[in-house]
């Protein structure tokens, strides 16, 4: 149970890398932004973060009058999470526990993330019923997942099969968009399997993507060769395609509502 909720893991254990190119800072400045954006929308309040990592997502909510808090299995999230806290002179609420069996009381939170996390999760299902509970009324729940059924990753793996099938090398080698990822995730989602998880306990509000191409092959280096500029002008482009695509996305990003019979009990 300990390697189920990875109680030590860390980011710099990752098995593959992510490639340092101007399709991967889109993804991520984008991303921040769209989660930041959806989660103090409305009037402050308390905000969770579930999964917290090294705290980035609710320390950028700081200034916004958001009461902070902050939940990893891992030890070493959480005193990153502190680090990055007391570099920045902000306070947050940091706390050790698992998404599966949150230790909170119902309707205590306005608003929650869980940025690229569920696929970690020993069970998913309960986890987001965990969300819906912890939420007030009218709260939302910023749940956003890399995207394995996105136009990238399907087209990538096409290509892969066709490089392992004509060179045998290939068939060694760990590629990005490979599936199943074997340490870093048990689960993968799409849009339709991460709405199914949400859906008897959360009434959709919005959901967008973020990015397309990410991580296909050459695509990254190609965008490198380009002007900074018009690079640029690319990436936002398609960017923008994506919010209006997010089944072709690379990351999709849901807003959820708890439903009437969850998350109805309002506690200080």
Partial sequence: MQ???????????????????????????????????SASAGQ??????????????????????????????????????????????QRINLVRGV?????????????LICKSALYHFADPEEAVRGFALVLRP???????VVQFSSLSSRSSRLLYWVARAVW????????????PVPF???????V??????GEPYFSKVDCYGVSLLWGFP???????????????????????LARRLPRLADVVVFVWQPKESEGQVSAD
């Fill in 3 to 37: 390697e189920a909720y990875q109680t030590d893991w860390h980011p710099e254990e990752l098995s593959h890398g992510i490639p340092s190119t101007p399709d991967t800072a889109l993804v991520f400045s984008a991303w921040d932004r769209l989660v930041r954006l």
């Fill in 192 to 197: 339709d399997s991460c709405r199914a998880l």
């Fill in 218 to 240: 050459g695509w990254g280096r190609f965008l490198s060769f380009l002007p900074n500029v018009i690079s640029k002008i690319v990436l936002r482009v398609l960017d923008k």
């Fill in 138 to 144: 009218k709260g939302r729940a910023v749940v956003s």
């Fill in 184 to 190: 870093q995730q048990t689960y993968v989602y799409s």
């Fill in 168 to 179: 045998p090398p290939a068939r060694r080698k760990r590629f990005f968009w490979d599936n």
């Fill in 99 to 111: 998404a599966e069996r949150l230790p909170f009381k119902q309707g205590v939170f306005d608003s």
């Fill in 44 to 89: 402050p309040g308390r905000v969770l973060d579930v999964a917290c990592g090294d705290g980035r997502d609710i320390l950028s909510l700081s200034g916004l009058g958001w009461e902070e808090w902050g939940l990893d299995a891992s030890h070493l999230q959480l005193r990153d999470a502190r680090k990055a806290a007391e570099e920045a002179g």
